[in-house]
């Protein structure tokens, strides 16, 4: 599916959360979104070692 077909039905039927809802919680689900990228980047701190941490590091300095 390309972006330019990605319509409310679709944000709907993949996510399952009325993006009104999002609107209002938009903080609360930004801050987890951040979390799990910076989990994923700590997974990579064997195979990259101080880079994966600073990058992790920068993701959770942004969350509000």
């Given at each position: ?19 009104k ?39 959770r300095?942004?969350?509000?």
């Amino acid at each position: 599916m390309s972006d330019a077909s990605f319509n409310k039905e679709d944000f709907d039927r993949i996510f399952g959360v009325p993006i009104k809802d999002i609107k209002e919680d938009y903080p609360m689900l930004r801050n987890a979104v951040l979390e799990e990228v910076a989990q994923e980047f700590d997974s990579m701190r064997i195979a990259f070692g101080d880079t994966a941490d600073s990058f992790a590091t920068y993701v959770r300095d942004m969350k509000t």
